[in-house]
Every structure is written in structure tokens, then in C-alpha cells.
């Protein structure tokens, strides 16, 4: 079986995006390169001397459990908001863009929670686009966000690890627990920083900034995220002879069931061991798998969580993330 295609752009874009999974400085990088880019929907509120001479000793650490985010490029300093259309005549190419990562919503034995879904931006802006992804919806259809188109107004940078967020008449009038997760989630990865984020409502004529509506950080990841997530493929990729797997997830003896089925019928199954599971995060799992032998068509990669007591010994269940890919 051959592929017309060297490789599918999002694959290649999350790949590289996670390269690097231990920044360091990579966020005082960032900031330094986007140091003159400025944007309608960014403002710094009243602050001290104090408070920015702290902010600008902030390191980038690896956050979030231990389990960090992949480094985005915020692009050029020339970077537009990330509400704003492209040019009619951009033709964005592969160096253009970048894998944003952006946190949705799914069903899991335990009710809903978090998974974590990488899309392409042509020249994202560093946090903007994040929450952009979440006004606009994922791509995998087992995922939703809480969030409606136009629910965010302005943002700040990040000052001591705490950001400032203004919401608009568009957001949803009571803010669930998971909804402020989402956000606090996905603005953590783009500034792979654990942020504190301070979510304000509209602000009035007379007001530079609106009432305080909640405070948040993030969750445990086992409380909020689920415990198994694909990275990669992507929904809906074309595939060559093998298929790439990539993923999170917290499994008993870091088992990642796999299967492959075409119309629920299993044609492939075996299983991919994460580099751990005794801490209270996910690790990643990677693999391949060779799908040379299969007829093309459109399959359904299934990956799930392993519990070999059917629950009967007070496990969480199973958990399940799916993607649909095409071999031609």
C-alpha cells in the first residue's frame, strides 16, 4: 500500500511540537520574541513595580503535574490577534503553521472531563488562540467545549503567574467548574506555566476592566482530565502503511489497550505501554502500527485505559478516546 502524501500535515506539526517536552527557558524565549507585538485584546491591569519586576523573573518550568505542555511558537512579532481574518490572499503553508493544543470536553466512565486535541493555526498568538480554539469547536466529534463563539474579550500576559481574562455578554451566564478548567487548562499549555486565572465579566463605559467573576487554577489532572487522550493521528487523517499513535494516559500497569475496527468489526488489536502510571498524572504512550495487510477504507482507532478486574476492585472504569482514519 503506498501513500500520495509525504506525510499529514497535523501529524507532522504535533510530532514537532512535542519535541521538546522539558522547557526550561523556552517561555522568557517567547516572551522576548513577541516582546513588540501588541493587540486590541490584550491589556495589562493596574500593577506595581513590584509585581512586574517579579513577573519578569518568571521561568518557564515543566507544569501541570510534571506533565507539560508542548512549546507553541507564538510566531513573528508581527503576529495578528488571532480573532482577526486572514488576508484573502494568504495561502498558509506547512512552516506557517503551528499545532495548537486546546482542552474539550468528552463523556468518560467518570462523567465529563478534559481531553486535550492539537489543531493547526496558521501563525497563532500566544494564548489568543487557545481560547479562539475554544470559542470555535474541535475537530474530533466526540468533543464539545463549553464555550460559544464570542465568549472572550481582552487578556493579559501572564504577570507572576496569574492572567487576567475579561469575558463577554456571549459567555455562558454561570460558569461551570469544568468550563473555567477548560481555560485555565489551555492557557497553561500555551504558556507552559501553571497560571492562576482571573476571570472577569464585561466591563462597563466607565470601568477598565469588569467585576471579578472567579478565580481559577488547575485541577489534579486524574480529577478533571480523562485518562486516556490521543495526540496523534489526527481525525480523519490518511495514512500510509503505518499509522503513528501518540498519547497521554494513566493506566494500570501502564497498559494502553489498542484496536483497530472497520464497521465494529476488530481488525487489529494489541496494546502500548505509557512510560509510567504510578503518580498522579498521565505519561505518554507512543507507537506504531503497521496497517499495510488492511484494505483501504476508513477505520476506527480505539485506544483504552487497561483494568483487568472489570471494575471489581473499585477501579474507574474504562476509559476510551477514539480517531477515525483513511487508508487509500
Known amino acids: ?34 516582546a513588540t507585538t501588541s493587540s486590541s485584546r490584550r491589556w495589562w491591569p493596574a500593577a506595581g513595580g513590584a509585581v512586574l519586576a517579579a ?21 513573528p512579532a508581527t503576529t495578528p490577534s488571532a480573532t482577526d481574518p486572514a ?19 468528552g463523556d468518560t466512565p467518570q462523567g465529563p472531563r478534559l481531553y486535550r486535541e492539537f489543531q493547526p493555526v496558521s501563525s497563532p498568538t500566544l494564548g489568543l488562540t487557545g481560547l479562539s480554539l475554544l470559542e470555535s469547536g ?52 500555551a504558556f507552559q506555566e501553571s497560571l492562576q486565572v482571573d476571570v472577569h465579566g464585561p466591563s462597563g463605559p466607565r470601568d477598565d476592566i469588569g467585576p ?3 478565580t481559577v487554577t488547575p485541577a489534579p489532572q486524574l480529577e478533571v482530565l480523562s485518562l486516556v487522550n490521543l495526540s496523534d493521528p489526527s481525525e480523519g487523517q490518511v495514512v500510509g502503511d503505518t499509522l503513528s499513535v501518540s498519547g497521554r494516559a494513566n493506566s494500570f500497569e501502564a497498559n494502553v489497550l489498542w484496536t483497530i475496527e472497520q464497521d465494529d468489526v476488530v481488525v487489529d488489536q ?26 483501504p477504507g476508513t477505520y476506527t482507532l480505539i485506544v483504552e485505559t487497561d483494568d483487568p478486574s472489570g471494575g471489581a476492585e473499585g477501579g474507574s472504569g474504562v476509559f476510551s478516546d477514539t480517531r477515525t482514519f483513511v487508508l487509500e
Not at 270 to 280: H, K, S
Open 138 to 189: 474541535p475537530l474530533d466529534p466526540d468533543y464539545t467545549s463549553l464555550w460559544p463563539s464570542g465568549s472572550f474579550g481582552d487578556i493579559s500576559d501572564p504577570v507572576a503567574g496569574v492572567v487576567y481574562l475579561e469575558l463577554t455578554d456571549a459567555a455562558p451566564s454561570e460558569l461551570s467548574d469544568l468550563a473555567l478548567q477548560q481555560v485555565v487548562y489551555t492557557l497553561s499549555a
Open 1 to 34: 500500500m503506498t501513500r500520495d502524501n509525504s506525510e499529514d500535515q497535523l501529524s507532522f506539526l504535533i510530532r514537532d511540537a512535542v519535541s521538546d517536552v522539558e522547557p526550561t527557558d523556552r517561555l522568557s524565549d517567547l516572551r522576548a520574541r513577541t
Open 55 to 75: 513577573a519578569a523573573a518568571v521561568t518557564a518550568i515543566a507544569v501541570l503535574g510534571n506533565d507539560p505542555a508542548p512549546t507553541v511558537d507564538p510566531g
Open 87 to 105: 488576508p484573502s490572499d494568504a495561502t498558509p503553508t506547512e512552516n506557517d503553521q503551528q499545532a495548537v493544543p486546546a482542552y474539550f470536553v
Open 212 to 214: 471579578l467573576l472567579a
Open 270 to 295: 494489541d496494546f502500548f505501554t505509557a512510560e509510567g502510571y504510578m503518580a498522579e498524572r498521565l505519561f505518554p504512550f507512543s507507537g506504531e502500527i503497521d496497517v499495510s495487510s488492511l484494505d
